[in-house]
């Protein structure tokens, strides 16, 4: 049963009085459903696309429904330059973008948030980059944890330099619970939206 199957397919009965999960109860969830809920909780703004048609048409109408044709969108990809050229206005300079928009390197499902490195914004600093974002990503991206996803990085990489600069994007504000955690060190609250591709 695929992930959107075991989401929609079944009622969700929402109970006001009920107490959200434990952590043990959170163990238990597949780390798709622990993902989505996580990040949805945080604020995060996902569309589930089963092919790469329905991801094209999800960027242009968010592009749309925010108004922002006219607005420079800092991008620094260049198979997304060229795929949403006639979408949208790209520019690699990242003075004063309203957009970021970027793939990522991995979902951490504990966290609800986007793992990226240097490979994706070339040295710029997180806290540098504006605070609408717009991530593409796979299904198959998503990880239980942080320590999942950075052995899966130093997998791809045997033998290769690290990549560098590795930061989390979430959407929360910071506050007593997670001002600690290094992974959102510096990281400020963003309009993120998560373009989630299928591909199981």
């Given at each position: ?12 009965e ?24 996580e ?5 995060g ?10 991801v ?125 955690d ?19």
């Open positions: 049963m695929g992930l959107f199957d075991r989401i929609f397919g079944k009622k969700i929402a109970d006001e009085n009920t107490s959200a999960p434990k952590e043990s109860e959170s163990e238990l969830l597949p780390v798709d459903e622990l993902f989505l809920r990040f949805t909780k945080s604020g703004k996902f569309l589930y696309c089963e092919n790469q048609e329905e094209d048409r999800f960027f242009d109408n968010i592009i749309e429904e925010n108004g922002w044709q006219e607005k420079d969108i800092l991008c620094l990809d260049s198979e997304l330059i060229d795929r949403y050229a006639s979408m949208a206005q790209f520019t690699d300079r990242h003075s004063k973008p309203t957009i970021f928009t970027t793939k990522c390197e991995h979902l951490i499902a504990n966290q609800g948030s986007v793992l990226v490195c240097s490979k994706q914004l070339k040295g710029i600093k997180s806290e540098e980059l504006p605070e609408n974002l717009i991530v593409f990503a796979r299904t198959s991206q998503m990880v239980g944890s942080i320590s999942e996803a950075l052995r899966s990085i130093k997998q791809r990489h045997l033998g290769g330099p690290l990549p560098t600069k590795i930061t989390s994007f979430k959407n929360n504000e910071v506050n007593q619970e997670n001002k600690d290094f992974m959102h060190y510096g990281t400020k609250t963003k309009n993120l939206y998560l373009l989630l591709l299928e591909d199981f």
